[in-house]
């Protein structure tokens, strides 16, 4: 995907600001964010607190986490395998944290991340599936994990094989494997709106397709849409779980993720 180039007012520095500056930058930050949030519900008549914030912290270090951890957040989007990893090794003992792995995912990689990972919001293919379950089991069976690993369905609005995603026309196939899955747990859809369609038609789209598969599968209730550029539109279109990173953290290094 392309990255947005879009950084919150004032949080540009990530890096070279000392820790007690960055402390405020991202209490700040997060404070905005969760009224911009709040806002949205409240335009799209929805419950504040009806969407819940994943704060995506690739490319920014362990040290960002702590700091959000100590303001209250537990869940952490990540989309790096081996980068997540090594944040994972050193901030796993903290209570409660959880790992939810958004980025696009290589089946070589499925065991590792099925070891840490609360949730893999990018499963777009039986081969994936497969391997995530095979992964989750035996993460369970040595006791690295406890819970089945929670699946998002990475759909696509616009079938382009690069972006990633399932086509519509096979989603109900791969829904019914993940639900049949014994260490899996079907638990939404996740997508990335094409960029060069209106967000409000991609979302609208996902909306739809998200209520066809419901009706079969209704444990498939987590909706992930919206991210920094687009997150009120998301929310108008029934979004449970918006992927914020640039709007919290400021702007990531200039590359695709
Ligand atoms: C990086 C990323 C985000 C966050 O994007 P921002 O525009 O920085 O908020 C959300 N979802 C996925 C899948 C990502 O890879």
């Known amino acids: 995907m392309t990255e947005s180039f879009t950084a919150a007012a004032g949080s ?15 209490e700040s930050s997060l404070s905005a964010l969760i009224e911009r949030i709040d806002a949205a519900c409240a335009a799209a008549g929805r419950e504040p607190g009806s969407v819940r914030l994943l704060p995506v912290t690739k490319f920014f270090p362990a040290s960002d986490i702590e700091i959000l951890y100590d303001l209250g957040r537990r869940e952490f989007g990540e989309s790096r395998e081996q980068e997540a990893a090594g944040k994972v090794a050193r901030l796993g003992h903290l209570s409660g944290i959880r790992w939810e792995f958004i980025g696009r995912l290589q089946r070589n990689k499925a065991k590792a991340v099925a070891r840490w990972a609360d949730t893999v919001y990018s499963v777009d293919s039986e081969r994936l599936a497969s391997a995530l379950d095979a992964g989750a089991r035996a993460a369970l069976d040595d006791g690295a994990r406890t819970a089945p690993l929670r699946v998002l369905l990475q759909v696509s609005l616009d079938a382009d094989p690069e972006r990633g995603g ?26 990335i709106p094409p960029l060069d369609v209106e967000p409000d038609a991609a979302f609208e789209q996902l909306a739809r397709i998200h209520s066809v598969l419901t009706i079969v599968h209704p444990e498939a209730k987590e909706l992930s849409a919206g991210m920094s550029g687009d997150l009120e539109s998301a929310v108008r279109h029934g979004s449970t779980c918006v992927r914020v990173g640039t709007a919290l953290m400021g702007a990531r290094p200039i590359t695709s993720a």
């Open 166 to 191: 399932v086509r519509d026309d096979a989603l109900r196939a791969l829904a019914d494997q993940v639900a049949a899955s014994e260490s899996l747990q079907l638990a939404g859809l996740m997508a």
């Open 12 to 26: 540009g520095a990530a890096h070279v600001t000392s820790g007690g500056g960055r402390v405020a930058e991202l």
